[in-house]
């Protein structure tokens, strides 16, 4: 067989890479990449994953839609790719509960029963994917609107009933600028009201940065760490007139170093998922592929 020049140097980058990662304590640190960050193909961001020697996926997007609006034909062949590849499902996203929320009316009522429906959805292509995870919300702040007492108590009520019905699975719920938990010192408050055990967080200390909260350590030292489900991983910037710009792992100001080691101490033995937002001119996987050089470079010093 007559190799060009270029596969023999990209078979060899490649070969690097497996030995670099072969000291990499990824078991100790089970780390996957959500897969349409990388492409919206999901046999092309399979055989990415395998490159790199990952072995977790978040599931998000497939093929383009959402995972919880494909139908169950195209979740069974993106869940055979992953078995071919030898690839396991940290968690389901879905969009549960990422709307204002519902008032109490007739009208405010549909509302929710659609969200019901969402969940329903979002069990069955868990179970499909093999994983007990499932990333939900806590509503988002519609414009003007601020958090109250009065709010977060029936957040609290419907969050519980969600456990209820969840039974079995469990429900991570992501702070995210927006919304009602946005920071680590709300999600370790929603972690104290609503004890339910099958509901933890799935913490993104990058969007609390985005909200203005020092993400590490202070709003990390807000949660309980035994109820961390999931870890999402990425850097952000501040920008001069205070908003938020997602970067390159490496290129901003998140201490990501600090909080896995902050996270191995506490006993976290979850998944983290590179996340990474920030988008180059060159693409998707062009970017993710850098953020994930970055960060495998961080992982080597943990």
Do not use: C
């Not at 995870?133 to 609290?156: Q, V």
């Not at 009520?157 to 969600?162: F, K, P, T, Y």
């Not at 933890?200 to 760490?225: H, K, V």
């Amino acid at each position: 067989m007559v190799h060009t020049r270029r596969e023999l140097l990209a078979g060899s980058l490649l070969a690097a890479w497996a030995r670099r990662l072969r000291g990499v304590p990824l078991a100790a640190i089970p780390l996957g990449v959500t897969t349409d960050e990388i492409d919206d193909d999901v046999l092309t961001a399979v055989r990415f994953l395998r490159e790199y020697g990952l072995s977790w996926a978040e599931v998000r997007n497939l093929w383009g839609p959402y995972n919880t609006e494909q139908p169950m034909e195209k979740i069974r062949a993106a869940r055979s790719l992953f078995q071919e590849h030898g690839i396991r499902v940290s968690i389901e996203d879905s969009g549960f509960f990422k709307v204002p929320l519902p008032p109490e009316t007739p009208a405010g009522q549909q509302k929710l029963a659609e969200q019901w429906a969402l969940l329903d959805r979002s069990m069955e292509r868990a179970k499909a994917f093999g994983t007990d995870r499932i990333r939900i919300f806590t509503f988002m702040l519609g414009p003007g609107e601020s958090t109250s007492e009065k709010s977060y108590a029936r957040i609290d009520e419907l969050l519980r009933e969600a456990a209820r019905r969840a039974k079995g699975f469990r429900l991570a719920v992501e702070n995210i600028g927006g919304g009602h938990v946005a920071t680590g010192a709300q999600a370790g408050d929603l972690l104290k009201r609503v004890k339910e055990a099958n509901v933890g967080i799935a913490w993104d200390p990058n969007n609390a940065g985005q909200s203005g909260e020092r993400a590490f350590p202070d709003g990390y030292r807000a949660l309980d760490p035994a109820r961390i489900f999931h870890v999402h991983l990425r850097d952000y910037k501040k920008q001069p007139d205070g908003k938020v710009a997602w970067t390159a792992v490496g290129q901003g100001e998140f201490d990501n170093l600090g909080q896995i080691r902050a996270l191995r101490k506490d006993g976290y033995q979850g998944t983290y998922t590179l996340e990474t937002h920030w988008r180059d001119a060159k693409g998707k996987r062009y970017s993710t592929e850098t953020s994930l050089k970055a960060l495998l470079r961080v992982i080597e010093q943990v």
